[in-house]
């Protein structure tokens, strides 16, 4: 059976989704280039011309490279493999500007980008508080990356899956409800003289309930469908760091074809 998705619950920085069918490492290197391969906007460099706040240069610099940006990944080069030599050019960066004087609270949508539609991704993240005179003046300068270099590169924030399992009660279940009991996850409920199983999804495989049936009624297995749990931070649509973190084993598995090939 080939491996299929099945999409549960979608919004915006949120999405929740079945893999069916897969290996557990199938599921891993999924996760894995989810979180570090697929590619996202982060400032890199800062230029700070005159900071009279109550806040030190890196410290503002560690700030900004926290804030995601929105990416458009067919607009921009990665920086090492742009035609400038990763020298810096419009194709592969983009500068953030700020010219500002307190009182006042800095917020991520007070920085004029180069490009108006690459922007921080969320405007109203607070990133410091200017009080009355002082002042602060900088360039942010912003370029790909992925999650394997910097974690500030990472197009997701959660990332996180784990099997659904598949429990079967047997006839031998006498309905005593000892596992209704001892289940920290609520799974199971009375059926009549019988238990059955609510709710799959719950289960984290703690195993309590065979370890409290005297009848060996339960048993818990795993199965090859994961769940999994994504957050993103506004960088990319999920949907599209799925799809690119498909596309990245795809061309990582089709490498691995042409080497084998060549060996043989
Ligand atoms: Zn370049």
Redo the contacts with the bound molecule.
């Keep these: 059976m080939m491996p299929e998705i099945e999409i549960l619950e979608e919004k915006d920085l949120k999405i929740k989704f079945i893999l069916k069918n897969a290996s557990p490492a199938l599921a891993n290197s999924f996760r894995r280039a989810m979180k570090s391969e697929v590619p996202a906007m982060a400032v890199d460099y800062v230029d700070i011309y005159l900071n009279s706040s109550y806040f030190y240069d890196e410290v503002i610099a560690h700030r900004l490279a926290m804030l995601p940006i929105k990416t458009y990944l067919d607009r921009f080069?990665m920086?090492h493999e742009?035609?400038?030599g990763g020298?810096?050019?419009p194709?592969?960066q983009i500068s953030f500007r700020l010219n500002v004087e307190g009182p006042k609270v800095v917020y991520s949508g007070d920085f004029i980008s180069d490009d108006p539609d690459v922007v921080f991704a969320i405007d109203n993240i607070p990133v410091l508080e200017l009080f009355d005179g002082q002042q602060l003046m900088l360039e942010a300068v912003a370029r790909l990356g992925t999650g394997k270099e910097h974690a500030k590169f990472q197009p997701v924030s959660v990332c996180v899956y784990k099997i659904i399992p598949e429990i079967v009660v047997n006839e031998n279940c006498n309905g005593c409800g000892d596992c209704i009991e001892a289940c920290p996850r609520n799974v199971f409920e009375k059926d009549g003289d019988k238990i059955r199983v609510k709710d799959v999804m719950a289960c984290s495989m703690c195993g309590e309930c065979v370890k409290v049936c005297e009848m060996n009624a339960i048993s818990v297995n795993e199965t090859n469908n994961f769940l999994f749990n994504v957050e993103g931070t506004g960088a990319l649509q999920l949907r599209e760091v799925m799809r690119k973190a498909l596309e990245i084993l795809r061309d990582k598995a089709e490498e691995m074809n042409r080497i084998i090939e060549e060996i043989q």
């Design positions: 080069n920086q742009c035609s400038c020298e810096g050019c194709n592969c």
